[in-house]
Nanobody, 115 residues
Framework: QVQFVESGGGLVQPGGSLRLSCSASGFTFGALAMSWYRQAPGKERELVATITSGGGTKIYEDSVKGRFTISRDNAKNMMFLQMNSLKPEDTAVYYC????????WGQGTQVTVSS
């Protein structure tokens, strides 16, 4: 079945960096666009970034443009999110999923930005 395992989160000071990883299984990873999402406490889950199947097009939510970089390795069924210049408002649980899917969510990885 479709599964996602997110990792790489942690506690970081404002201005710091983290690299999130997403391991996917149970479907043809290289054939589908993928997205990163996040959910902050008390808020709805929101889209952060999307990458097309071949990695040629990347789309970012306005608040992370210029700071986050999405990438993927189709040979390894993995996706990544490099997060730089982190802000306290980036604090959330981060999830990966197939673009536009609302099923099969993983456990996510907690990112906390605080001094």
């Amino acid at each position: 079945q479709v599964q996602f395992v997110e990792s790489g989160g942690g506690l970081v000071q404002p201005g710091g960096s983290l690299r999130l990883s997403c391991s996917a299984s149970g479907f043809t990873f290289g054939a589908l666009a993928m997205s990163w999402y996040r959910q902050a406490p008390g808020k709805e889950r929101e889209l952060v970034a999307t990458i097309t199947s071949g990695g040629g097009t990347k789309i970012y939510e306005d608040s992370v443009k210029g700071r986050f970089t999405i990438s993927r390795d189709n040979a390894k069924n993995m996706m990544f999110l490099q997060m730089n210049s982190l802000k306290p408002e980036d604090t959330a649980v981060y999830y990966c999923n197939i673009r536009n899917s609302d099923r099969n969510w993983g456990q996510g990885t907690q990112v906390t930005v605080s001094s």
